[in-house]
């Protein structure tokens, strides 16, 4: 579900589209700037993301990040022309508040990387 928005810290009054979806244990949301799929010639625009990310075989959001590092960098990594980050929130329990927007939220397990 693509959501596009402004430039971040570009400009004074900019407005960001909300979306908002529910996660549930196993789920895990994947955040990137364009840099990972713009100019790299192992990841050809967010369809060859999804494909890529699709074929991963990681169980847990440290070794989904580590495949999809190796995956779209090389190893050793190849520059990029431009910077890249991911930032990876796997859920992996149900949330202690329910479906209650006052709750604690889900515990989830958070890794990201830069490039």
């Not at 960001?16 to 196993?26: C, N, Q």
Request: aromatic residues 4%; charged residues 25%; proline residues 12%.
């Amino acid at each position: 579900m693509p959501t596009r928005g402004p430039l971040l810290g570009v400009f004074d009054d900019a407005e960001f589209p909300e979306t908002t979806i529910d996660l549930v244990p196993g789920d895990t949301l994947l955040l990137y700037t364009d840099g990972l799929v713009e100019r790299n010639p192992r990841v050809p625009g967010d369809a060859g993301l999804r494909t890529l990310v699709a074929s991963l075989r990681a169980d847990d959001v440290d070794g989904l990040l580590a495949e999809l590092e190796r995956s779209a960098f090389g190893s050793p990594p190849d520059p990029l022309p431009d910077d890249a980050a991911v930032l990876a929130i796997q859920v992996v329990s149900p949330s202690p508040g329910g479906a209650d927007p006052e709750g604690t939220g889900a515990p989830v397990l958070v890794h990201a990387m830069a490039r």
